[in-house]
T-cell receptor, first 113, second 115 residues
């Protein structure tokens, strides 16, 4: 399973874009990049995922480099409610179902008023 | 739609006691997972089940057993609790891509203290 490396913490001003980097240099061709966040001690919440192409949904955008060795999660207009720990996860794909989500230590994002 | 439901939400055990954490999902997912999260740390995978009737070890399986009772339910058992097992336990479920649901859904956690 590919490992991920994220900065321990980041600050972002409210209303500005938050850019959270993730390094996954050992990622394999069939492994997806997933992002989750955890607010306080609640269960992790899904944000977005991708394989090769950049992805966007109502919560965030995911930019994956061409060599797929790193990615960036972008929260376009951060609010105080986005203060959380953000996890970048590499999950193996395939149809067998025997994949697993391996969490790293995450990035603690603090949105400042 | 309840999603992933864990019981109990809180539990205090004495060292050596046993207990079973229950998890049920109502999304007809094939795969289910158990994680633990120690204070200030990320989640670590204990066991997972790719489908009914199958289970596999994750990163930290020692001291735990699991049962995939049916498609809905996946239980985690501590046979002889130790203080090192004090943690928050999360259950999750998901489906592989070909079944159309790609992300894992998590329960709200069980906070276990072993004294």
């Amino acid at each position: 399973d590919a490992k991920t490396t994220q900065p321990t913490s980041m600050d972002c001003a409210e209303g500005r874009a938050a850019n959270l980097p993730c390094n996954h240099s050992t990622i394999s061709g069939n492994e997806y990049v997933y992002w989750y966040r955890q607010i306080h001690s609640q269960g992790p919440q899904y944000i977005i995922h991708g394989l090769k192409n950049n992805e966007t949904n109502e919560m965030a955008s995911l930019i994956i480099t061409e060599d797929r060795k790193s990615s960036t999660l972008i929260l376009p207009h951060a609010t105080l409610r986005d203060t959380a720990v953000y996890y970048c996860i590499v999950r193996s794909g395939g149809t067998s179902g025997t994949y697993k989500y391996i969490f790293g230590t995450g990035t603690r994002l603090k949105v400042l008023a | 739609n309840a999603g992933v439901t864990q019981t109990p939400k809180f539990q205090v055990l004495k060292t050596g006691q046993s207990m079973t954490l229950q998890c049920a999902q109502d999304m007809n997912h094939n795969s289910m997972y158990w994680y633990r999260q120690d204070p200030g740390m990320g989640l670590r995978l204990i066991y997972y089940s790719a489908s009914e009737g199958t289970t596999d070890k994750g990163e930290v399986p020692n001291g735990y057993n699991v049962s995939r009772l049916n498609k809905r339910e996946f239980s985690l058992r501590l046979e002889s609790a130790a203080p090192s097992q004090t943690s928050v336990y999360f259950c999750a479920s998901s489906n592989p891509e070909y079944l159309g649901t790609e992300e894992a859904f998590f329960g709200q956690g069980t906070r276990l203290t072993v004294v």
